[in-house]
């Protein structure tokens, strides 16, 4: 049975993720920065006894130490899917509230990479070898001409796709696969906080095309890849 692991599993995107997962006969387990609050995540875990349910801040690295520990087992594909928006309000030209910077930038771009140096000894023992991280759009550079604002959350994107671009380089000669993976736009908490009015995917047809990909990696330097195997522009 491989294993995944996933951060940010309470909802949207990561829950449906851990659900297909589940379903799939994975190994999952699930992290959620507020475990008591995780209702529909503890209804999936009802059903499958192969997901667990971990608490998981992944912007404190202490508990990402600790969460090492407790799971020292093989890892087949880690999947660094939690992120955080920030308040759309205060990363536009009109105000840039540095204390939000520096937790967007932790916790979309840093937390990653921590969670990679932790796990590293696992995901190289496991049969699949893959990290992988969830990224936007919203950090093609190409892309942004005529739609600002949102400046931390691009930037904090585009700064983990570098940042999984250089791990694949440091990592290619263990066999360690890493992915760029972008879902779409959907219909989750953090889109509807973004302001977006326009249609949006539902979540399981996006997951279900992330974990496609997930699958179909192939160790090359990584590219921004859509749910639908589409290349976004760098």
């Not at 209804?43 to 801040?57: E, G, K, Y």
């Not at 959350?153 to 999984?164: F, L, V």
């Not at 990592?171 to 509807?192: F, M, N, W």
Request: aromatic share 6%; net charge neutral; hydrophobic share 45%.
């Amino acid at each position: 049975m491989p294993t995944v692991l996933i951060t940010g599993a309470n909802r949207g995107i990561g829950l449906e993720l851990a659900r297909q997962y589940a379903a799939a006969d994975w190994r999952v387990i699930a992290t959620a920065r507020d475990v008591a609050g995780a209702s529909e995540l503890a209804a999936i875990q009802a059903q499958h006894t192969n997901l667990t349910i971990d608490a998981l801040d992944v912007t404190d690295n202490g508990a990402i130490a600790a969460l090492a520990r407790k799971h020292s087992g093989p890892l087949d594909v880690l999947l660094n899917n939690a992120g955080w928006l920030g308040d759309p309000q205060k990363q536009g030209i009109g105000e840039l509230d540095a204390g939000i910077f520096e937790q967007v930038m932790r916790t979309n771009a840093y937390a990653p990479l921590a969670l990679a140096r932790a796990f590293l000894p696992q995901v190289t023992a496991s049969a699949q070898k893959k990290i992988v991280v969830i990224t936007s759009g919203l950090s093609s550079l190409t892309n942004t001409r005529n739609f600002g604002s949102l400046y931390f959350y691009r930037m904090s994107k585009s700064a983990a796709n570098m940042a999984m671009r250089a791990l694949q380089a440091d990592l290619r000669a263990k066999g360690i696969q890493v992915g760029i993976l972008a879902p779409g736009v959907v219909d989750t908490r953090l889109l509807r906080q973004s302001g977006w009015t326009g249609e949006a995917l539902d979540t399981e047809t996006s997951a279900a095309g992330v974990i496609r990909n997930i699958a179909n990696l192939t160790g090359q330097d990584p590219t921004i890849q859509l749910y639908n195997g589409e290349i976004v522009p760098w």
